[in-house]
C-alpha cells in the first residue's frame, strides 16, 4: 500500500511539472505574418 501511494505521488507530481512546462512554452499569441505562399510561374516545378 505504501509503494501505491508513493507511485501516485510521483506521478501526480510529474503530470503537474508537465502542465506547469507545457503552459509556461507556449508562445502568447499566434504569429499574424509568414506561413505558406502560394507559388507562381517557374516555382511550380
Not at 501505491?4 to 510521483?10: A, I, K, N, S
Not at 510529474?14 to 509568414?34: F, T
Amino acid at each position: 500500500m505504501k509503494n501505491l501511494r508513493r507511485g501516485l505521488l510521483v506521478a501526480g507530481m510529474a503530470l503537474l511539472a508537465g502542465v506547469v512546462v507545457r503552459a509556461k512554452g507556449r508562445p502568447a499569441s499566434v504569429p499574424a505574418s509568414g506561413g505558406w505562399r502560394p507559388l507562381e510561374g517557374p516555382d511550380l516545378r
